[in-house]
């Protein structure tokens, strides 16, 4: 062996230990929505990224796969979303998985802190118009303190699955903790104040939101964004809107309705953009904290007004 062979050899016997510790190609990943995506980025890091089924603005209660994204879902070892209850579209292709592949339900994660779903678009104050016998509200990674329970269960279904990278998930994960904490203090400073101030939701989907950061929706213009509310339902929310004094109603870029015009129109409301599944295309590990940020940015200018303090419109 010459000189060149010997030091190429050497090398090579230096690397082996790296190299065997990552022989194994990283998992296929498969994340339902942008929220999980991100968050899964964060904990995957530069093993890779995560694939991503409902993009761009579509809604994850009606969506329709694309043959690309039903042929990447078959091809997944691992399998991220909240459940049925969100994206129901989703259950049938599922079950049809390979018995190898791992499937994460994120609604049954530890350490959740869920709310049942409201059964109607009028509510109270705090927790108040809560229904302890209805299914939970799938919008759980509005909550900071779920999406930290998220991130754990993310990391741990890699870790299992690819256990030789586990130190990596585990590190990944950690950073990704801190970055929520982050976050949330900053909008906890952000909303302060605003929680006395009532604005109406376009469907129910800001629960979280709101109990996470004490800010006061009083109802909603649907429960069900797929279905255009009855007129009983509007009569109830106009009257529920004057006595409360409304100051802001919020849209959501998924959904259009000719009736949230309308509304928005009483009293000269200020209106605000609430984004729940973060369809603006961002970079994936930050498109969660992007998202939650900007809902906060809307919100804040929405109910304190463009100075900054709470006010009327």
């Keep these: 062996m010459n000189g060149p062979q010997r030091t190429v050899a050497l090398a090579l016997l230096a690397a082996a230990p790296g190299l065997a ?18 968050l899964a980025s964060g904990v995957m890091g530069d093993v ?13 209660h009606v969506y329709q796969m694309r043959p690309s994204e039903a042929r ?4 997944a070892d691992v399998v991220l979303w909240v459940g ?7 259950a049938g292709p599922i079950r049809n998985l390979s018995a190898d592949a791992r ?3 994120l609604l049954e994660a530890g350490g959740l802190d869920l709310h049942p779903a409201r059964r109607s678009n009028l509510w109270d104050s705090g927790h108040d118009h809560e229904d302890d016998g209805a ?23 890699l870790a299992e699955v690819d256990p030789e990278r586990s130190a990596i998930y585990a590190a990944n994960g950690a950073a990704t903790l801190a970055r929520i904490d982050s976050l949330t203090a900053g909008i906890e400073a952000q909303l302060a104040g605003a929680g006395s101030v009532p604005f109406v939701a376009m469907h129910d989907s800001m629960h979280y939101f709101e109990s996470a950061f004490g800010v006061h929706a009083v109802g909603a213009i649907t429960l069900d964004p797929d279905r255009q509310p009855g007129a009983g339902s509007v009569r109830a929310l106009r009257q529920r809107m004057r006595a409360a004094g409304v100051v802001c109603y919020v849209t959501e870029p998924q959904f259009t309705s000719a009736l949230v015009e309308t509304l928005g129109s009483e009293g000269s409301l200020r209106r605000a953009t609430f984004d729940p599944i973060g369809a603006e295309d961002s970079v994936a590990a930050n498109s969660y904290f992007v998202m939650m940020q ?20």
């Design 294 to 313: 900007a809902n906060a940015d809307n919100l804040a200018r929405c109910l304190k007004g463009s100075n900054g303090t709470v006010s009327a419109p």
């Design 84 to 90: 049925e209850a969100l994206e129901t579209f989703m």
């Design 48 to 60: 890779g990224t995560p694939a991503l089924i409902v993009s761009g603005y579509g809604s994850p």
């Design 135 to 157: 299914a939970p509200d799938p919008h759980i990674w509005l909550e900071p303190g779920n999406a930290k329970a998220m991130v754990g269960a993310i990391a741990r279904a």
């Design 21 to 38: 510790a990552f022989a194994a190609d990283p998992p296929n990943v498969v994340a339902s929505i942008r929220p999980i995506h991100s």
């Design 103 to 105: 499937v994460v339900t």
């Design 72 to 75: 990447s879902l078959a091809r």
